[in-house]
């Protein structure tokens, strides 16, 4: 089912036949120059030029897509992809060079993985993310975006834990690759939080598209103001 | 799910991280709280700055931390030295031209990187040390603002005072 909805939405982006990996879980495997095949911008409506460089990677194919000021339509599109591509087929996307505030790339990568994810998948619209999730694609849902959100957090920490600066914690590269999980990181963050205090409302924020602990003046109000929204919405 | 602790009254990874602080030593700094879960994300280096340790003080308008009302919420990684200085002075510092010890006064000294952008802040103590709270972790003592210099601190550039009578006499016993 997995596979039929990526072929299905990735339309001209040509897919191979899912093949086994390593512990029998099943992956769609993105054609590493379909994957950069980006539409040209002569037939995509040119909403705004975006104002920089990017390039993102997947080790594990060695496709990569790298867009010279390319208009937002096609970010958007190329986004969307390689986002299908990170949480459906385990490719590890990572933004690796940014010539612009990085500030401004979470903030377009979280709400673009965010807004196309429920787009395109109605499920994520519902109320319990993780279930959701857990029903379409257990293996994904419920090991491999546990152990990624889980190694980047703890590579997060270990290397900001020292630093007192905001500034230094949320442009972190593990951080922002958190926030590029998009919606689907939101149980793990939630769930640490009741765990463990950490500075999550940043990628909380950018991932949901609002502060939903606005006026907070403190640590404690604010990760209670969260959780609440979490248990709300059955994520937590 | 992994917990993310460290032991209680454990300096130990500062002594470790020769990267971002090469110039701690055993000998010129000592462990002043205890690390808790909590009590480490509570609030900061900067909070600690003013005497508090019930806040978060960071320009950035977002649930959860503080920053004195009506100065700026700047972008990440781009703050200003101004900006923290008004943060500073909204507590009843003003600007002073440098660290040495004065009787009367307590001070604050602002670390920033080679871009200028503030990354900590230590304040000074009656008897002439120095506490900083560090990143997530322990409040320390240090005899000099050079002890913690290096890459994660920055360097302390801009230094203000407050009144403070109990600031009598300078002794660095750990100097």
């Given at each position: 089912?997995m596979?039929?909805?990526?072929?299905?939405l990735?339309?001209?982006?040509?897919?191979?036949?899912?093949?086994?990996?390593s512990g029998?879980?099943?992956?769609?495997?993105i054609?590493?120059?379909?994957?950069?095949?980006?539409?040209?911008?002569s037939?995509?409506?040119?909403?705004?030029?975006?104002?920089?460089?990017?390039?993102?990677?997947?080790?594990s194919?060695?496709?990569?897509?790298?867009?010279?000021?390319?208009?937002?339509s096609s970010?958007?599109?190329?986004?969307?992809y390689?986002?299908?591509?990170?949480?459906?087929?385990?490719?590890?996307?990572?933004?690796?060079?940014?010539t612009?505030?990085?500030?401004?790339?979470?903030?377009?990568?979280?709400?673009?993985?965010?807004?196309?994810?429920?787009?395109?998948?109605?499920?994520?619209?519902?109320?319990?993310?993780?279930?959701?999730?857990?029903k379409?694609?257990?293996?994904?849902?419920?090991?491999s975006?546990?152990?990624?959100?889980?190694?980047l957090?703890?590579?997060?920490?270990k290397?900001?834990?020292?630093?007192?600066?905001?500034?230094?914690?949320?442009?972190?590269?593990?951080?922002?690759?958190?926030i590029?999980?998009?919606?689907?990181?939101?149980?793990?963050?939630?769930?640490?939080?009741?765990?463990?205090?950490?500075?999550?409302?940043?990628?909380?924020?950018?991932?949901?598209?609002r502060?939903?602990a606005?006026g907070?003046?403190?640590y404690?109000?604010?990760?209670?103001?969260?959780?609440?929204?979490?248990r709300?919405?059955d994520?937590? | 799910?992994?917990?993310?602790?460290?032991?209680?009254?454990?300096?130990?990874?500062?002594?470790a991280?020769?990267?971002?602080?090469?110039?701690?030593?055993?000998?010129?700094?000592?462990?002043?709280?205890?690390?808790?879960?909590?009590?480490?994300i509570?609030?900061?280096?900067?909070?600690?700055?003013?005497?508090?340790?019930?806040?978060?003080?960071?320009?950035?308008?977002?649930?959860?931390?503080?920053?004195?009302?009506?100065?700026?919420?700047?972008?990440?990684?781009?703050?200003?030295?101004?900006?923290?200085?008004?943060?500073?002075?909204?507590?009843?510092?003003?600007?002073?031209d440098?660290?040495?010890?004065?009787?009367?006064f307590?001070?604050?000294a602002?670390y920033?990187?080679?871009?200028?952008?503030?990354?900590?802040?230590?304040?000074?103590?009656?008897?002439g040390?120095?506490?900083?709270?560090?990143?997530?972790?322990?409040?320390?003592?240090?005899?000099?603002?050079?002890a913690?210099?290096?890459?994660g601190?920055?360097?302390?550039?801009?230094?203000?005072?407050?009144?403070?009578?109990?600031?009598?006499?300078?002794?660095?016993?750990?100097?």
């Open positions: 089912m596979v039929k909805q990526i072929n299905r990735a339309g001209n982006y040509a897919t191979q036949p899912s093949r086994m990996v029998g879980i099943r992956y769609a495997q054609v590493p120059q379909a994957a950069v095949n980006i539409p040209k911008p037939i995509i409506k040119i909403e705004k030029e975006f104002p920089f460089d990017s390039e993102i990677y997947a080790p194919t060695g496709s990569y897509a790298r867009m010279k000021k390319l208009d937002y970010f958007k599109l190329a986004s969307t390689l986002f299908l591509a990170h949480n459906y087929s385990q490719l590890a996307y990572k933004p690796t060079t940014f612009e505030p990085v500030e401004d790339v979470q903030r377009q990568w979280a709400g673009y993985s965010a807004s196309y994810a429920s787009q395109y998948f109605p499920f994520l619209r519902n109320s319990n993310v993780a279930k959701s999730i857990a379409i694609c257990p293996e994904v849902a419920t090991e975006l546990a152990e990624r959100f889980e190694e957090k703890e590579k997060w920490q290397e900001t834990s020292f630093h007192s600066s905001l500034g230094e914690k949320f442009t972190n590269d593990s951080y922002i690759s958190i590029g999980m998009g919606v689907f990181a939101l149980p793990f963050i939630l769930n640490d939080l009741v765990e463990n205090p950490a500075h999550w409302f940043y990628a909380l924020e950018k991932i949901v598209g502060d939903m606005e907070a003046k403190n404690a109000e604010a990760r209670l103001k969260w959780l609440s929204w979490g709300e919405h994520i937590v | 799910m992994t917990l993310f602790r460290r032991p209680k009254r454990d300096c130990n990874w500062l002594l991280d020769k990267e971002n602080y090469g110039n701690i030593t055993p000998g010129n700094f000592i462990c002043a709280s205890d690390s808790t879960e909590f009590s480490d509570k609030y900061n280096c900067i909070a600690w700055a003013v005497g508090k340790n019930d806040e978060f003080w960071w320009p950035r308008k977002l649930g959860g931390y503080f920053w004195p009302e009506g100065l700026l919420s700047e972008p990440l990684n781009r703050e200003t030295v101004e900006n923290f200085i008004k943060a500073f002075e909204s507590e009843g510092f003003q600007k002073c440098g660290p040495e010890f004065e009787e009367g307590e001070k604050i602002l920033v990187n080679h871009l200028e952008v503030p990354k900590h802040a230590a304040r000074s103590l009656p008897n040390n120095w506490t900083s709270k560090m990143g997530d972790g322990e409040d320390i003592t240090h005899g000099t603002l050079e913690i210099e290096g890459r601190c920055g360097k302390a550039k801009y230094f203000l005072k407050r009144n403070n009578p109990e600031c009598k006499k300078a002794i660095h016993p750990k100097t």
